[in-house]
């Protein structure tokens, strides 16, 4: 019986490896778009989106995890991802991400105030509406995701 073939899929952050498995597929947001990636695929090189990177682990089932832009990267099988910060899903903590998202919305307040023009717009940028959504683990509705703006107020706003 013939085995079906496999990438290795390793997403690491200036903190080390966040996420390392084999999989028949890859699913990633560029810059330009979706980009689905399989075994033994042209090599690419591809900016990411603020979003998430998902991996198949089961016939429907995909283990999810969101990235902070950053870069992939497939050679020989090999998908290889860049951010400067990356988290799986079942690690994301709500309530972390809504303090997060109410320090940033404090710091906004705060650039408009002060005419601090680059701040606001830095914030801004951190905070933008995302594409998409990581689904809730318990509801896979739409209407329960984990909104990524939170992601980068999380990461980059400590």
């Not at 940033?104 to 717009?121: F, P, S, T, V, Y």
């Amino acid at each position: 019986m013939d085995e079906k073939p496999v990438l290795t899929v390793d997403v690491v952050t200036p903190d080390g490896s966040v996420y390392q498995n084999q999989t028949t597929m890859v699913v990633c947001k560029t810059t330009l778009g979706e980009i689905g990636i399989m075994p033994n695929h042209v090599p690419t090189l591809a900016a990411l989106a603020i979003d998430e990177v998902r991996v198949k682990v089961g016939e429907d089932a995909y283990d999810e995890i969101a990235v902070s832009g950053g870069f992939m990267e497939f050679s020989h099988n090999t998908l290889s991802i860049v951010a400067s910060a990356a988290e799986r899903r079942e690690n994301i903590d709500a309530n972390r991400a809504q303090r997060a998202k109410e320090r940033a919305e404090r710091r906004i307040a705060e650039a408009k105030e002060g005419h601090n023009i680059d701040e606001l717009h830095r914030l801004k940028f951190l905070l933008r509406e995302p594409s998409t959504g990581l689904k809730s683990p318990v509801n896979k509705k739409k209407s329960q995701v984990f909104d990524l703006r939170l992601f980068g107020a999380i990461h980059f706003l400590r």
